[in-house]
């Protein structure tokens, strides 16, 4: 995405599910055209297109664990990168048709993520209902709408879309399940820093050892780059060649982290540059990992270059 | 799993899956009880209350990545250990009831997964087919059976166990996809060494510095421990606190692997050991990492043992 | 030296130096006999020929660095360890006949690197005097007992010995300067450990490289091990095979160091123990180095041990 | 010392010893003016006084070690940077006035460590005659010319020096002794890189423990930068204060070494930048030293740059 405001975004569907309500947290989706697409790749393939400006997709569930499926769109074709984190509390409803009480109710349409996250208090307040599995939280509210279900497991928007009544608020069973949201867009400024921004990385090396690891995660420390998830994949091209997925803290504006990617450039195989952008307030993200750590400011760096101006042009006397 | 083989086995069903399909490569299938269970965690239950002996569960797929609540599970309650490790190609076919042509194929049923997977496949072979989203491959390929839709997408058992015919075979985009499952049992002692063994982890610190998981690294490094795989998952309990799933080669038996899981228990918060077990022939883990690096034998770890002892000993002149 | 009290002593003479003096802060020097020999290689060699039990020989001066000859004498030919460290403060003093007073002093000996340290006091206090530079500090003494010279600069030991008045104490620029020396003798069982003990060693490596440094200054650090002191010297032997000396903190009866040392002995060419020791109380050394960091004492090396052996037997339910 | 040749060089007397031949390899000492003084404080002070315009004195002798004062008087006071390394085989000769036979020589006067690097010669081929130690070999050979001693072990450049007969050349028993001298300056614009160049760096630490030296290693490790000697000297000032002595290789001008540099600038408290300087052809250091590794050349710090402008200015698609 140029520096322009996106016009055109789309979003993992259908309506109704985590990933609207999550784009509805952003005030560009006030102003933009916003629509719902069937899958990740098509999400992506329509903002390399250009018949999208910008796309909002799951990158990770506190419960599920990584999308494969977004971070190997995002690996492979066109450059693509990430322009804005959203993190949604997972606070799943129980909707049913106006007029419904609980214990009315037999049948209850659910995603199986969703089921799994409810199970505790399912079995607290509907011992006896039947969980029918469905394909999205967004299908369950439109079976629960539609009376092919008495109730449906939903995110609040979808109950809200379809005109459901809210028997229960809050009924996954760990109270901060969350998920991670990506606004992906074409290659383009990054967004000014904020003083609070990730950047996030897929690095390749030839070889799964330890010591390539090691070598990765070093030159981030070196230079004082803070780690806030790692994941390995494994490539599809060829057996023995890894992907490691990278979120830091900090901005490639920044002068530690500007090094520290120059770094890795030189001694991996491949570096793709997946973004920086402003981090979500969440708990994915420690607070205290988005400053600099002594002697890793942008002015430390600033002194240290000047002192070895001065070294290089003999002036140190 | 304590010495005995085990005789009552449940696998993450419905029948007609790749689980049913990676167990019933196991010799022991042909001896035991095997029953399917609805959801992993009621796998893994059953082993913990000791109505199954061993369950068979998904850890990661080469195309979607790791199963998060296996690993979740795994993390949680009482200790349980991985004792055999099955990695199955995600060989998908096409199945029809017997006599159906490829030409009058209109719906296709899949899994979404499967479906993604097939995508370039059902572009070329069935560009005007419509795909039916529905909840597993086995509830693809009963579908199919039961005339409510003229083909699924399946594994080949899921096609064989409903008496389907295979009209394309190896429909993948990716042909070499794959999924890696683990046999899970109660704790006992570890299979015995094989020579080509894995050993999973799942190591918890308390920041998610860079610098901390440096450390855990480090420890596997320097005995000469290598790294397959690695992921890092934020724990449910609080903010800040990660959780790391490790695959390692090696045996607990044997000494690098021992002084490492000694070096991690001392500096890491929590270390849970998930078991050593004999690693399936395949392209998660490249065959260059099984033997110990030079100087990490078990001949080199007693070597030095002995030369130490002559030293505390004062004998060494 | 083996278990038995040393009888026989000799030290870096001749008499009257800091050598003796340092030996003279030892209770076992005055039960044993003892003897000045005119070379480092000579003491040595009278030890490792059993005609002394130990003997007394400067390790390093805070001033002038490393004893090269101490360091390469103990690194080649039979094995020696060092049993006991001894710190000297090298408190100059000005001797000279009794009755001389400072304003006839016209001519001063001193080794040179005695003239050196006390070059401010000289310039300020003697202005006029020339200084003769001698073999040794006793030397200086000798001459000017003998009346070849009018004063000395000299140990307090050596003044005292040839019945020198003591003109001026203290007279060396830098007041803290220090002396390391070390009682060496056969190898043994290791003086018992004291919690404040140390441990020298001579590593080599097959090449040069900052990474195969970095690998044994690993080997220490993953196990908590301090490091003192370190110093590259080449070999005599042939190019590019570099040996380090390395003083750490700790004894080889702790898990730690012992742990540390089998690492050392598997990753580098060739490991030499130089012995553990008191150390003395002493600027060389801070403090708190003596102690185990956290997780590395030795209560928790035995933790890490019986946690490993419950999960080798699999007890660990 | 600016961009000027030197005109007044200084060296460590007395005439006629090895810092005087040297210093004789050097093309400057044909034109320049040049004079021996009497220690390496006096050498340093000259040049810093503006009285000399260089200065040669020795860095380190390949059997005895470190020359403590050169380093010392480089790492305080006004700063200074070698501009250039020599290094010198130590072949000591024997030399007499002319006439005198081997077997007629009773009295060898020697500097002690001259004597002691040919104590195996001596035995063998003088086995009867007196080892009288002196203070320089310069003063060894001026004691054998006036008569005072039968014979001198000297510096060739000694006994031409003064008219002595070469009785017996390459006596020291170890054939590949070699002391590396330092042409010492003021600063200014370091000599231009050359493709095989040294660095020297006095890096100070707040505290001794091995993971703030594992920190400074580290940083040149990551840059590629070698390391060919370290030496740790406590710092006279106050306890616990270390500097550590490095020699790397690759200059200043030099993109890694700039990294490097910066690196050591902000994890230390204090770096002082003593100088790079076209590395002499000797045994010090070896010869793949030299070159940047796989990936830290000049070039590869210019392609990672590039791409990181790239990334910022967002124009990677």
């Given at each position: 995405m140029?520096?322009?405001?996106p016009?055109r975004l789309v979003y993992l569907g259908p309506e109704?599910t985590f990933a609207e309500?999550a784009l509805?947290?952003l005030?560009?989706s006030?102003?933009a055209s916003v629509a719902p697409v069937r899958s990740v790749p098509e999400a992506l393939d329509a903002v390399r297109a250009g018949t999208a400006d910008a796309a909002l997709v799951p990158l990770?569930?506190?419960?599920?664990?990584?999308e494969g499926v977004t971070l190997d769109e995002l690996?492979n074709g066109d450059?693509l990168v990430i322009i804005r984190?959203v993190?949604?509390?997972?606070?799943?409803?129980?909707?049913?048709?106006?007029?419904?009480?609980?214990?009315?109710?037999?049948?209850?349409?659910?995603?199986?993520?969703?089921?799994?996250?409810?199970?505790?208090?399912?079995?607290?307040?509907?011992?006896?209902?039947?969980?029918?599995?469905?394909?999205s939280?967004g299908?369950?509210?439109?079976?629960?709408?539609?009376?092919?279900?008495?109730?449906?497991?939903?995110?609040?928007?979808?109950?809200?879309?379809?005109?459901?009544?809210?028997?229960?608020?809050?009924?996954?069973?760990?109270?901060?399940?969350?998920?991670?949201f990506a606004l992906v867009s074409r290659?383009?400024?990054?967004?000014?820093?904020?003083?609070?921004?990730?950047?996030?990385?897929?690095?390749?090396?030839?070889?799964?050892?330890?010591?390539?690891?090691?070598?990765?995660?070093?030159?981030?420390?070196?230079?004082?780059?803070?780690?806030?998830?790692?994941?390995?994949?494994?490539?599809?091209?060829?057996?023995?060649?890894?992907?490691?997925?990278?979120?830091?803290?900090?901005?490639?504006?920044?002068?530690?982290?500007?090094?520290?990617?120059?770094?890795?450039?030189?001694?991996?195989?491949?570096?793709?540059?997946l973004?920086?952008?402003?981090?979500?307030?969440?708990?994915?993200?420690?607070?205290?990992?988005?400053?600099?750590?002594?002697?890793?400011?942008?002015?430390?760096?600033?002194?240290?270059?000047?002192?070895?101006?001065?070294?290089?042009?003999?002036?140190?006397?």
């Amino acid at each position: 995405m140029p520096d322009a405001v996106p016009q055109r975004l789309v979003y993992l569907g259908p309506e109704g599910t985590f990933a609207e309500q999550a784009l509805r947290t952003l005030p560009v989706s006030a102003t933009a055209s916003v629509a719902p697409v069937r899958s990740v790749p098509e999400a992506l393939d329509a903002v390399r297109a250009g018949t999208a400006d910008a796309a909002l997709v799951p990158l990770e569930n506190s419960i599920g664990g990584a999308e494969g499926v977004t971070l190997d769109e995002l690996a492979n074709g066109d450059p693509l990168v990430i322009i804005r984190e959203v993190v949604l509390a997972v606070d799943f409803v129980l909707g049913a048709r106006p007029g419904t009480s609980l214990d009315a109710i037999i049948t209850v349409a659910a995603h199986p993520n969703a089921a799994r996250q409810c199970r505790g208090w399912l079995r607290e307040h509907l011992p006896t209902a039947t969980v029918v599995e469905v394909l999205s939280n967004g299908a369950a509210a439109v079976g629960a709408a539609q009376g092919e279900f008495d109730a449906a497991i939903c995110a609040p928007i979808g109950a809200e879309r379809h005109r459901l009544s809210v028997l229960a608020k809050e009924i996954a069973d760990h109270a901060d399940a969350m998920t991670r949201f990506a606004l992906v867009s074409r290659p383009g400024p990054p967004p000014p820093p904020t003083g609070n921004d990730g950047t996030t990385l897929a690095v390749y090396i030839a070889h799964d050892r330890v010591g390539a690891l090691l070598a990765v995660l070093t030159e981030l420390a070196v230079r004082g780059v803070n780690l806030t998830r790692i994941e390995s994949r494994p490539t599809g091209e060829r057996l023995g060649r890894y992907a490691f997925f990278l979120d830091c803290s900090g901005h490639v504006a920044e002068a530690r982290m500007g090094e520290a990617l120059q770094g890795l450039r030189r001694v991996s195989s491949e570096v793709r540059f997946l973004g920086s952008y402003p981090r979500a307030a969440s708990g994915f993200s420690p607070e205290d990992a988005a400053s600099a750590p002594p002697g890793a400011s942008d002015a430390d760096f600033e002194a240290s270059a000047a002192w070895l101006a001065r070294l290089r042009s003999g002036s140190h006397s």
